[in-house]
């Protein structure tokens, strides 16, 4: 996959808006795709993997800057199902 | 062709939607959750902003609760459409600022479409007859199912046995002789349930889910649209109701005052839409002004913030005033003593 990711900015959003941001852009995706989530809400750091495991994607990459502005920065792979195949 | 009943559960995070959804696919029926954004759900936000809150390990209890069932959980913002519910509920409110039958009707409204988009056959919910005052009072169950539209192919598990069998009952889904008959207040049947399904930790329900159901939060929300002279509210508005001290000295100002760094740092993000103020000369807090101040109305909302600063004991602090995206300028004040602030100042 050499695309570059598609970006989500969910700068200033407090959860549960990244996750909803998140899960719109990855409506639209296909299995392998790559998205970038910019987030500021340190809640992202639980939400987004728990989303993502529910829904069967990964998360590839987490960085956090501790920076003034606080942005946090996860890779997410979209996946085929998640745990919901009963 | 699929054979196998699909069906949506509305799912709070909270241990009655747990449990039914839980109920329903133990009877071998596909169950997928919604979870519905307001803008005053509890969860997460006074955590992602109050230190005092963070020191709980962060979790949404809604995808939590998903995790343990097996089910996906998709989170849908309602937080436009929610306005009316609140703002003109049919049904009025309950003990506060919440309309919660009205609420109820909306999301199971909600599910409905939902469950229509994605070729479900019927909707979960976890309600227990009297388990709330009004939203769960067993007159009001025909209401929620006939407002929403989802009429008969809305199934309560936990107290279905209660009630008229619904479609999937009717149609062999669900197994009726499998399901509740549970009412009133008491959670021990809940626990039990918890107990047998091996459920050990679960959202406990103290305060709900909802900053309507909280007295201060819905005195804050009247006093804003009083303040307003309309009723209607941004996300922005609730979102800085949750958030530091509010203050009204006057009717045609309040000061939001953060309580510590998370608040100071989250009310930052809103500097450049409201006059603020910060102390310069001692620690002290942010404070955004919401509605208009002249010179003198400045000169008290800094003497106030001068009184929540670390020098409230200094003869004079001095305090950096920027008008929306104005430059700042300094002013000098004498710190309000604690015993001048009005108790009738303090909103909510």
Redesign the interface.
Known sequence: MSAEPLQVDARGLLCPMPVIRLQDAVAGLAEGACVQLLATDPGVHADIPAWCRVHGHQVEAVTDDHDPDGIIRLRIRVGGSGIAEQ | MRTEPRAVALISGGLDSMLAARVV?EQGV???GL?F?TGF?V???T???RRQD?ER????NA??V??QL????????VVEEYKDVVINPRHGYGQFMNPCLDCKGFMVGKAREWMAANDFDFIITGEVIGQRPKSQLKRNMPVVASESGAHDRLLRPLCARLLEPTLPEREGWVDREQLYDWSGRSRKPQMHLAEQFGLEDYAQPAGGCCFLTDPSYSRKLQDLWQARGERRYELDDI?LLKMGRHLRPRPHFKLIVSREDGEN??MH?YRKRFTHLVPTSHGGPLALLDGEAAEDDLELAARLVARFSQGRDADRVRVAVTEREGTPREMEVTPMAAADVPQEWYVG
């Open positions: 696919r596909h169950v997928e979870n954004y759900c969860e997460g936000h955590h992602a902003v963070r390990p962060k979790r949404n995808l939590w998903a995790e097996g089910i996906k959980l998709h989170i849908i913002d979102m740092r989250f993000g």
